[in-house]
């Protein structure tokens, strides 16, 4: 018996020590990731520095010295820089489209627009430096706008397109970690009528005015006992911004009078996905659909009354409207198609078809002429879209991310290349690649105005794909 005791008594101070040795670790780690985000940081200042005073200086030099320089200590309040007086004068281009959010106006990965499918001499028309976070780029105007972690800041960002240049940046103090895929905020902003809707991981969301970044007004999404890590993009829904914190009392869903912030309504108590909430029209009926932790659901624009339902457990891709009445859905484990019918005022869905032939872990399908066409699990496939049977699969991507244009697949590699596939049921067919950014690449791309611009955790860049 005593020698059981000790034998307790020495497991009892092994797992003691085990947990001391775990909390150091992890205060080790998150140290070490504080250091890297400062020194990014630092750099990132140095470099705007030095650009700032060679103002006729477009495309970057990466290799610039970065000497110590202490970020501002903004307050959380609010803060904006402008360097738009000091970006080089740009060729006059009538802007005639926008990338307003996540995968787009519609948020379904499509550029309507024509683009350059002929990419032997393809190189980066500008690179710069920028900060940590997997949040995507917008544009509007000939100004692409994203967030990024900057030191102990997240800081909504304006660039020009066309040039690179920084033209203002509004910072707060917030620094979210996750263990697994490391700091920074995760959820793309949104831009319509001149104003930037930006959320960061910890649930800041503002409005900023899109031409000089000054403040309209903030809340956090959170309250105290939910998690941070938010990585949905706030959704734009009349004169409301729809975003999803997720939890009960109602307010797993929260509508934001998007002039003055205040809750203009909330609904469910679901927890939350990784999923950015879309507004289509699925069986004649306009409607926001939003991926929730265990379901998916259609709601009312108006109100968030709940219109329809369908059990769903994976929540790592966009869903994705492939008819009038159909959406698919995917995930690591597998894909599923709804058919959403309408009976009176009452909206049901029914399960069309399963498959394992396109999992999107990370990344989010396209639809195109009757077919699907995603990365299953880093490998690019295509499905039918009629009964999710497989028409082809090839080529390895990685964690990339899929748009459509002109009848091709722009491809942007976990690697950080561009490539371009056409779009084709008949077989896989790579007709382009080159590099875009340095480093593990899970942001979406965006197009605006045949523009790429592509972005990760370290570096943007842009490339001219308009026809000729």
Same mark, same amino acid.
């Not at 018996?1 to 020495?10: E, N, S």
């Not at 307003?100 to 990965?109: E, K, L, V």
């Not at 609904?267 to 029209?281: G, H, I």
């Given at each position: ?13 092994? #797992? +003691?020590? +085990?947990?001391?040795? !775990? ?18 940081? $630092? ?5 705007? *520095? &030095? ?20 970020? #501002? /200590? ?35 990965? =499509? ?6 499918? $002929? ?14 976070? !997997? ?7 000939? =100004? ?6 900057? /030191? ?11 040039? /690179? ?7 707060? $103090? ?32 503002? +409005? ?47 509508? !934001? ?81 709804? *058919?959403? #019918? ?18 999107? $872990?990370?990344? #989010?399908?396209? !639809?195109?002429?009757?077919f699907i066409y995603g990365l299953d699990m880093g490998i690019l496939a295509c499905i039918d879209a009629a009964n999710g049977e497989l028409k082809w699969k090839a080529g390895?991507? /990685? ?38 950014? *340095? ?6 791309? +965006? ?11 370290? *570096?943007?860049? &842009? ?6």
């Open positions: 018996m005593r020698m059981l005791r000790l034998l307790g008594k020495a497991a009892l101070v092994l #797992s +003691a020590l +085990a947990l001391v040795v !775990y909390f150091a670790m992890e205060q080790i780690t998150r140290w070490q990731t504080m250091k890297r985000l400062e020194e990014q940081a $630092n750099a990132i200042a140095a470099h705007r *520095e &030095a650009q700032r005073a060679a103002p006729n200086q477009a495309a970057v030099d990466t290799s610039l010295p970065a000497p110590p320089v202490t970020p #501002s /200590g903004t307050p959380a309040a609010t803060s904006a820089t402008t360097d738009a007086a000091n970006a080089p004068a740009a060729p006059a281009i009538a802007w005639t489209t926008t990338w307003s959010g996540f995968r787009g106006a519609r948020r379904d990965g =499509r550029y309507a627009g024509p683009i350059l499918t $002929n990419w032997k001499a393809l190189q980066p028309l500008w690179t710069q430096p920028i900060g940590r976070g !997997y949040a995507s780029v917008v544009a509007a105007n000939g =100004r692409a706008f994203t967030i990024e972690q900057r /030191g102990v800041q997240e800081v909504a960002v304006a660039y020009d397109v066309l040039t /690179g240049r920084e033209l203002w940046t509004n910072g707060w $103090n917030a620094v979210y970690i996750h263990d697994g895929g490391g700091p920074g905020p995760r959820a793309t902003p949104v831009v319509d009528d001149g104003t930037v809707f930006v959320l960061g991981a910890t649930g800041e969301l503002r +409005a900023l005015d899109a031409s000089t970044g000054t403040l309209r007004w903030r809340t956090n999404i959170l309250d105290r006992n939910q998690d941070p890590g938010i990585a949905t993009s706030p959704l734009i829904v009349g004169n409301t911004v729809v975003t999803l914190p997720g939890g009960g009392d109602g307010k797993s869903i929260v509508a !934001y009078d998007r002039a003055t912030g205040r809750v203009a309504w909330s609904a469910l108590d679901d927890e939350p996905s990784f999923v950015s909430p879309v507004r289509v029209t699925l069986a004649g009926v306009d409607q926001i659909v939003a991926v929730l932790d265990n379901r998916i659901v259609g709601l009312s624009t108006d109100r968030g009354t709940l219109l329809w339902e369908s059990a769903w457990s994976g929540h790592a891709a966009q869903p994705v409207i492939i008819g009038d009445n159909r959406i698919f859905l995917s995930s690591g484990s597998s894909g599923l198609a709804l *058919e959403i #019918s309408r009976e009176g005022d009452r909206l049901t869905a029914r399960e069309l078809w399963r498959t394992i032939r396109m999992k999107n $872990n990370i990344s #989010s399908s396209v !639809y195109h002429d009757g390895r991507y /990685g964690d990339g991310q899929t748009l459509l244009a002109s009848g091709h697949l722009v491809i942007t590699t976990g690697e950080g290349e561009v490539v371009l596939v056409r779009a084709t049921p008949d077989g896989h067919q790579e007709l382009g690649r080159t590099k875009a950014v *340095e480093g593990r690449t899970l942001n979406h791309p +965006a197009l605006v105005d045949g523009f790429l611009v592509v972005r990760n955790g370290a *570096e943007m860049a &842009a490339f001219d794909l308009r026809a000729k």
